[in-house]
């Protein structure tokens, strides 16, 4: 598979930019003032979601409504894409301040997770990552751009301390489709090494799946708020359980593929948000997941995290990183 290649299938999805848009896919909604709306895209009242006004950045949707998918939804739903580059990550500390974390988590403990990495456009935050080798990240292929800032080393965007490294290539598996987001995984090649320390790490890989009721962090920058958006200064840890494919079906029905993987808390807020997709997942100090998707607004009980099931993917990413090293 070459770099940049995409090879899902369907509708294509807005992701990062507006530039990628193709209707009658997903709807854009772009949240900054009025006057920088593009033509033709549909303002921040939407489907009579009182969404508010920040300064920066599209947020996109993708709006599933009954019958418009395969098989039958059982209700309407807002899947939200957690890939948003809605403006600088640490531009607000209100999300400390008044309690609200990742959705309802907890300050990660600082050093906690060097394997952590963040994937920036220009300097604004757009996804999460995670470390596999001085080379290689690991992310979700709906986060893909043609350039990558990748930050690392520090549980704080902006920390002039962290490495920052550029990355040209991406490789999305190739069985990743923009329509129901199945194998929602790519790799990102750094251009030059990272340099490993106390700071940073790689997370091991599994050796096989964990079990359903098995507890696992997730980790992010994304927004500790929704529908409004507040991002925080630090990374934002949440503790949560996994959820069998049974059980998560009876809330998604078909939108969860065979390799998507859910994680939440029973009759809790918490959970991942914008700007948390391709974060990592973590169940005993192997990586279990990579934050995909998840309802909107986030943080609505009983709805859990969607993540992509790292453990049925170790194969290609091995062969992956080995290929293009």
């Not at 965007?157 to 990355?167: N, V, W």
Request: net charge positive; aromatic share 6%; hydrophobic share 30%.
């Amino acid at each position: 598979m070459t770099p940049e290649e995409d090879p899902g299938q369907g509708q294509r999805l807005c992701l990062a930019s507006l530039e990628s848009c193709s209707s009658p896919a997903p709807q854009a909604l772009h949240l900054g003032p009025p006057s920088e709306q593009p033509a033709g895209v549909v303002g921040p009242e939407y489907v009579g979601i009182n969404l508010p006004k920040i300064q920066q950045g599209p947020v996109l949707i993708w709006q599933s409504l009954r019958g418009t998918m395969e098989g039958s939804l059982f209700r309407s739903l807002l899947i939200l894409l957690l890939s948003l580059a809605l403006g600088t990550a640490g531009q607000d500390d209100q999300g400390d301040k008044s309690g609200d974390k990742i959705i309802d988590g907890f300050p990660c403990e600082r050093g906690s997770h060097p394997w952590q990495v963040a994937l920036l456009k220009n300097s604004q935050l757009h996804c999460g990552g995670v470390l596999l080798d001085e080379r290689w990240v690991l992310t979700a292929a709906h986060c893909r751009m043609s350039e990558y800032n990748v930050h690392l080393g520090s549980d704080r965007l902006g920390d002039k301390s962290a490495q920052k490294i550029r990355a040209s290539k991406s490789f999305r598996h190739p069985g990743y489709s923009t329509k129901t987001h199945a194998n929602d995984l790519m790799l990102v090649r750094l251009n030059s090494r990272a340099r490993l320390s106390s700071k940073v790490k790689k997370v091991d890989l599994p050796s096989s799946c964990e079990p359903p009721g098995t507890t696992c962090t997730v980790s992010g920058w994304g927004t500790t708020t929704s529908p409004d958006v507040t991002f925080p200064a630090a990374l934002m840890c949440s503790d949560v359980q996994l959820i069998s494919s049974k059980d998560c079906k009876k809330v998604y029905k078909d939108l969860l593929g065979k390799t998507m993987l859910c994680a939440g808390v029973p009759d809790s807020k918490t959970n991942t948000c914008n700007g948390d997709s391709g974060g990592p997942l973590v169940c005993k100090g192997t990586l279990q997941g990579i934050v995909s998707w998840g309802t909107f607004p986030c943080g609505q009980p009983n709805d859990p995290g969607v993540y992509t099931q790292v453990c049925k993917f170790t194969s290609w990413i091995k062969e992956t990183m080995k290929r293009y090293r």
